[in-house]
């Protein structure tokens, strides 16, 4: 069976690639800092391993000598991400890990990479058109990472994907984010303050993200492909969408907050490699995920 | 004193930074894995450690506790180092590097980068107008570098610059590059074929490079300055004024080999930064240096 290895696989993302990696005939293993939770354990060979001490990362590689490396651990303290120091951490620790993993016999790497990596200029943002010009310190880092990798896969005889996520929500995001805010706040009957909520963003639930991301193992393509779902809307619908399945409207109140001029009217996505090159659709519409969204959440506070 | 650790201190580069960073009035501390020699050990403070090992580093760093960083360290293996898979461990390297560099309280960083960083298109290379697309690993991996400290450096505190090096020739240099070859090809008696010898490049003596970035550590410059010397002459020129010093014009046989088509006509600096911003210019003409460099590995003979 191919081992594939997944990094961040008890994070928001790795999680979420799991069981599509099993579903596609996959033996997926993990290495970890954190043990993984009783839902996880099944789904996994797991390792434990510290992705920042080389020497544990290359006992792992050196056990397991897996095929396929599937790359989404780094730095994500809410807020403070976009600018923390770690992702100098991270950044190194990549290019050590791929290095290691080629050492090691490795085919094939796949990483999470970000919308942020793009100049938020024209929109939708189109992997080999789109300037890459990150505004961050998260987003310069990530884009070392995949230009770094870009140079040298051929040299190792590797291939590689980066697939760039634009807003995924779904479970176990961090609740500081706007799908479980909005939720905890309709779970507990408060008022939603919004301004006119007219941003309009490309939203994934997660576990389709995961989905996209084994497909994209799976397939042939190599370079950038953007993880998105092609169907952009307004923060608005989404609050919409939440608080009409709570039956609960009129919490949502627009208008009521200053507009913040700094975000960007329009986040959106070109996903003709995704759907075209690796053959990979959303299942379900967006209206569809957020409910079944709602009702994770709602399970969590039993 | 103002305390600088240099890196690559027994190289190529480093070793020529030491006299010059001294003659300002830094106290120089170097980290190496190979013992200086004899000539080098009174320039600096030497401490022992690999820069692939991070916890020796910190140890260095602990102890040291520098203001500046002169990182040169990087592989150089001829002809492989462009596409060495170490690249990786260099980039990952020299990003812990900041990183520890300044937790331990630095305060400016100045890296050695490359011509090899920029597209080779139109001449003269400019720091903020020539596009940076690397034709190689190494200078990818440099660039990816680059990226992450530009992006970095505001949010740690830290001021940096960074040094576009172009053909550094001189005392120390690795033998089977042009320089040396033609030296030891004069000094043995032996014919040198060329084919035209046309092709235009920017060599600057390796100890004014060296002078150069003790120069750019203490000016407040910011952000990438190329080093070169702003006079770009034909690889002919070097071949001849180097013949006519060893008083064997003769043994230079031009036309005599294929041209080799994939080697640009021309790479070029545009020195304005350098010059104007830095204020730094060669204190030598280039005929002068090559007759210098010629009598140093005459020297090295005896």
Same mark, same amino acid.
């Given at each position: 069976?191919?081992?594939?290895?997944?990094?961040?696989?008890?994070?928001?993302?790795?999680?979420?690639?799991?069981?599509?990696?099993?579903?596609?005939?996959?033996?997926?293993?993990?290495?970890? +800092?954190?043990?993984?939770?009783?839902?996880? %354990?099944?789904?996994?060979?797991?390792?434990? @391993?510290? &992705?920042?001490?080389?020497?544990?990362?290359?006992?792992?590689?050196?056990?397991?000598?897996?095929?396929?490396?599937?790359?989404?651990?780094?730095?994500?303290?809410?807020?403070a991400y976009w600018s923390n120091p770690a992702n100098l951490d991270w950044t190194a620790a990549s290019?050590?890990?791929?290095?290691?993993?080629?050492?090691?016999?490795?085919?094939?790497?796949v990483v999470g990479g970000t919308c942020a990596e793009y100049a938020w200029q024209t929109m939708p943002m189109t992997e080999n058109q789109t300037p890459l010009a990150p505004a961050s310190l998260y987003g310069h880092c990530k884009n070392a990472v995949r230009e770094v990798l870009e140079a040298w896969a051929g040299h190792a005889g590797l291939s590689w994907a980066w697939g760039r996520m634009f807003f995924p +929500?779904?479970?176990?995001?961090?609740?500081? %984010?706007?799908?479980?805010?909005?939720?905890? @706040?309709? &779970?507990?009957?408060?008022p939603l303050p919004f301004d006119d909520a007219a941003s309009v963003r490309d939203f994934l639930d997660v576990r389709d993200v995961g989905d996209a991301f084994a497909a994209l193992y799976t397939s042939p393509v190599q370079g950038a492909v953007n993880i998105a779902s092609g169907a952009p809307v307004s923060i608005r619908t989404v609050v919409e969408s939440l608080a009409e399945g709570a039956g609960a409207r009129s919490l949502a109140r627009f208008g009521e907050l200053k507009k913040d001029d700094g975000q960007p009217a329009e986040l959106t996505a070109c996903t003709r490699r995704l759907n075209e090159e690796v053959g990979w659709l959303p299942p379900k519409p967006l209206s569809e995920r957020l409910a079944e969204t709602f009702q994770w959440w709602r399970e969590q506070r039993r």
């Open positions: 069976m191919t081992k594939i290895l997944v990094t961040g696989a008890t994070g928001f993302i790795g999680r979420h690639t799991l069981a599509p990696l099993r579903a596609r005939g996959f033996e997926a293993h993990a290495i970890t +800092f954190d043990e993984p939770d009783p839902a996880l %354990r099944p789904l996994a060979v797991w390792h434990h @391993g510290n &992705l920042l001490q080389r020497d544990s990362v290359r006992a792992v590689l050196d056990e397991v000598r897996p095929d396929g490396l599937l790359h989404f651990a780094w730095e994500t303290t809410h807020g290019l050590e890990l791929f290095a290691d993993f080629a050492r090691a016999g490795g085919r094939r790497v +929500f779904g479970p176990f995001e961090k609740p500081q %984010r706007l799908v479980p805010k909005v939720i905890a @706040g309709l &779970l507990a009957g408060k």
